[in-house]
């Protein structure tokens, strides 16, 4: 598993939003994807069944929301662990790498990986031009060529997700090399 991805979102600026880990459909493209290897280290090995056993759904391994509204009288579906009432996160010091990673998204296309960032994110849109961003979209170009990342990646290849229909909402940071 990997704990070492330094974070873009600052924590504090998380816990004021309520934008992720919320979701329109109970089955999401956006549902987060969390490896094997990540659910057996995640927990005790006694407790790996109890936590993520129900609450991880199907052959794509994507967490289950839990049915809620939210906006003016929307229906809506929030990620299994969120707390909506602090936005905490039940398995933060365990969550899956791709929520490690958001708002950077990893899709496949035409054969290649290919890093994105999400525009939607608050965080984003205030600092998408701040020399921060850019040293940190440098700083995963260079993660991503990390020999144990590169491998994590081969063995997860549902971590680079289709995106295509969210394009609009995507802004390309770099393809990435998988060799």
Excluded at 43 to 62: E, M, Y
Excluded at 130 to 148: I, N, P, T, V
């Amino acid at each position: 598993m990997i704990k070492d991805l330094k974070q873009f979102v600052p924590s504090s600026v998380c816990l004021k939003c309520d934008g992720c880990c919320r979701f329109k459909e109970s089955d999401s493209r956006w549902r987060p994807y969390i490896a094997a290897k990540e659910m057996k280290e995640a927990a005790h090995p006694n407790l790996t069944d109890k936590i993520f056993g129900k609450h991880v759904v199907g052959p794509d391994s994507r967490i289950n929301t839990t049915p809620c509204g939210f906006g003016a009288d929307a229906e809506g579906h929030l990620c299994h662990f969120l707390n909506p009432k602090d936005n905490t996160c039940g398995i933060y010091h365990a969550r899956p790498f791709e929520c490690q990673l958001y708002p950077f998204l990893l899709s496949r296309e035409s054969g290649k990986a290919v890093l994105y960032v999400h525009l939607n994110c608050p965080h984003v849109q205030e600092h998408w031009n701040d020399q921060g961003y850019k040293e940190y979209a440098q700083y995963l170009q260079e993660f991503f060529k990390r020999k144990d990342v590169v491998s994590f990646l081969k063995e997860n290849p549902s971590l680079l997700a289709d995106y295509s229909a969210f394009r609009n909402e995507l802004d390309q940071v770099c393809t990435l090399s998988l060799e």
